[in-house]
């Protein structure tokens, strides 16, 4: 979806008659081309908006989902049910991308097929499980697993943003204070104190003299604070993306919570890829795609390894004891030997999706006295450095 953008065309079909609809392109001229190799001639065309993977939003294809689902339910026929979706959506990135997957489909590709046009849409276990579900005749039961697994990832990373929103708006919030004291504020005050023929105590002096830096090189630093991102965002981060997530996870609460939260994808892809029926080696090249942290993903492909080797789940595991605990390679084993390998990752899922929502909870516990205490600090302070000279010359006074 690079690149790409939506345009609303008018024109005319084979038969004359004024169509209108909306069209991804790369551009206006890819644009025409595509509308005349599907036989109309356009008349007027204009650009609506730029497509980004922030417009296909995780909740949206879980209700495209679960629509999909209840209509073949229903019995309707896949073309029917998709011409229904499209009609219904909302927003035009979502209507166009579907559109052009029912266009797909009725010129002889498979929904699979259909849906790996879309990558950057449809994630790689999604278009997996449907080609699993097409292959085995059980493309609803292989929808609702998928149903199943997006509503636990998006409840788990809901809950996981709701016990950070309260810390981070009072970061945001003793900055925003903060620069404004030290801005508008304190050089106010300065001026006042300007006028007093006594010296300033050592506190208001230092804050004033922090104000007025601040406020000379503030320009500066603003540059400083872009040019420092887009490096990072653009060289840094990318190029020593692997040695920074290990920094991560190796802090103590936040290293656990980003552990246990990838555990917890891991043990849930598996689960639902055994449910379907997909091969396990299958499973895991999916998981390696899936995972967001490197060290995760080497550690899949080195268990991939060991198991074209013939080591077991389990055994492959085994050789990776920093990342998999002994309750893992455990309840796996057991799996194994009882032929319940499914019923264990199941429960292996569950456990370190409780266990991260304990953390959760405990990390906005542990965060929320801290911030609450920095922030009293750092305004207290400044409130007392303005009026410190007030209280200094109502002493001398009396």
Same mark, same amino acid.
């Given at each position: 979806?690079?690149?790409?953008?939506?345009?609303?065309?008018?024109?005319? !079909?084979?038969?004359?008659?004024?169509?209108?609809?909306?069209?991804?392109?790369?551009?206006?001229?890819?644009?025409?081309?595509?509308?005349?190799?599907?036989?109309?001639?356009?008349?007027?065309?204009?650009?609506?908006?730029? =497509?980004?993977?922030?417009?296909?939003?995780?909740?949206?294809?879980? @209700?495209?989902?679960?629509?999909?689902? %209840?209509?073949?339910?229903?019995? @309707?026929?896949?073309?029917?049910?998709?011409?229904?979706?499209?009609?219904?959506?909302?927003?035009?990135?979502?209507?166009?991308?579907?559109?052009?997957?029912?266009?797909?489909?009725?010129?002889?590709?498979?929904?699979? !097929?259909?849906?790996?046009?879309?990558?950057?849409?449809?994630?790689?276990?999604?278009?997996?499980?449907?080609?699993?579900? #097409?292959?085995?005749?059980?493309?609803?039961?292989?929808?609702? #697993?998928?149903?199943?697994?997006?509503?636990?990832?998006?409840?788990?990373?809901?809950?996981?943003?709701?016990?950070?929103?309260?810390?981070?708006?009072?970061?945001?919030? %003793?900055?925003?204070?903060?620069?404004?004291?030290?801005?508008?504020?304190?050089?106010?005050?300065?001026?006042?104190?300007?006028?007093?023929?006594?010296?300033?105590?050592?506190?208001?002096?230092?804050?004033?003299?922090?104000?007025?830096?601040?406020?000379?090189?503030?320009?500066?630093?603003?540059?400083?604070?872009? @040019?420092?991102?887009?490096?990072?965002?653009?060289?840094?981060?990318?190029?020593?993306?692997?040695?920074?997530?290990?920094?991560?996870?190796?802090?103590?609460?936040?290293?656990?919570?980003?552990?246990?939260?990838?555990?917890?994808?891991?043990?849930?892809?598996?689960?639902?890829?055994?449910?379907?029926?997909?091969?396990?080696?299958?499973?895991? !090249?999916?998981?390696?795609?899936?995972?967001?942290?490197?060290?995760?993903?080497?550690?899949?492909?080195?268990?991939?390894?060991?198991? #074209?080797?013939?080591?077991?789940?389990?055994?492959?595991?085994?050789? !990776?004891? =920093?990342?998999?605990?002994?309750?893992?390679?455990?309840?796996?084993?057991?799996?194994?030997?009882?032929?319940?390998?499914?019923?264990? @990752?199941?429960?292996?899922?569950?456990?370190?999706?409780?266990? %991260?929502?304990?953390?959760?909870?405990?990390?906005?516990?542990?965060?929320?006295?801290?911030?609450?205490?920095?922030?009293?600090?750092?305004?207290?302070?400044?409130?007392?450095?303005?009026?410190?000279?007030?209280?200094?010359?109502?002493?001398?006074?009396?």
């Amino acid at each position: 979806m690079k690149n790409k953008k939506i345009y609303f065309w008018l024109g005319f !079909d084979q038969q004359r008659q004024l169509q209108q609809g909306e069209i991804i392109a790369n551009s206006l001229t890819q644009a025409k081309q595509l509308l005349m190799q599907r036989k109309y001639i356009p008349i007027r065309i204009r650009l609506i908006q730029r =497509v980004s993977k922030t417009r296909f939003k995780k909740q949206a294809l879980l @209700l495209i989902t679960q629509q999909l689902i %209840t209509m073949l339910k229903a019995g @309707l026929p896949l073309m029917h049910s998709l011409t229904l979706i499209i009609d219904q959506h909302d927003h035009a990135c979502w209507r166009i991308v579907m559109g052009e997957i029912k266009m797909l489909i009725s010129s002889g590709y498979s929904l699979s !097929d259909a849906l790996n046009h879309y990558p950057s849409v449809f994630p790689m276990v999604y278009r997996q499980l449907v080609n699993t579900g #097409e292959h085995t005749g059980q493309l609803i039961f292989c929808l609702q #697993e998928l149903v199943i697994q997006q509503e636990k990832g998006l409840l788990l990373e809901k809950k996981i943003k709701q016990s950070l929103r309260y810390p981070l708006f009072l970061i945001i919030m %003793t900055l925003i204070v903060t620069v404004i004291m030290l801005l508008f504020v304190l050089p106010q005050f300065a001026k006042i104190y300007a006028d007093f023929n006594t010296e300033l105590p050592y506190f208001t002096q230092l804050v004033i003299t922090i104000s007025a830096y601040v406020k000379q090189t503030s320009l500066y630093f603003l540059l400083g604070m872009l @040019l420092t991102y887009l490096s990072s965002y653009y060289y840094f981060y990318p190029q020593y993306k692997a040695t920074i997530q290990r920094k991560w996870l190796t802090m103590p609460i936040i290293g656990k919570l980003l552990h246990d939260h990838c555990l917890t994808r891991l043990f849930q892809h598996l689960m639902l890829t055994q449910r379907a029926g997909i091969p396990l080696l299958q499973a895991l !090249d999916l998981a390696v795609q899936s995972m967001p942290y490197h060290i995760y993903s080497h550690s899949l492909i080195h268990i991939k390894k060991q198991i #074209e080797q013939g080591y077991t789940l389990s055994q492959a595991l085994q050789q !990776d004891k =920093v990342i998999y605990s002994d309750l893992c390679i455990q309840f796996i084993r057991v799996g194994e030997q009882s032929g319940t390998l499914t019923h264990m @990752l199941t429960t292996l899922a569950q456990h370190y999706q409780q266990q %991260t929502e304990q953390l959760t909870s405990q990390l906005t516990q542990k965060i929320e006295p801290i911030m609450m205490l920095i922030m009293s600090i750092v305004i207290g302070s400044l409130i007392i450095a303005m009026y410190l000279p007030i209280f200094q010359l109502g002493h001398i006074i009396l």
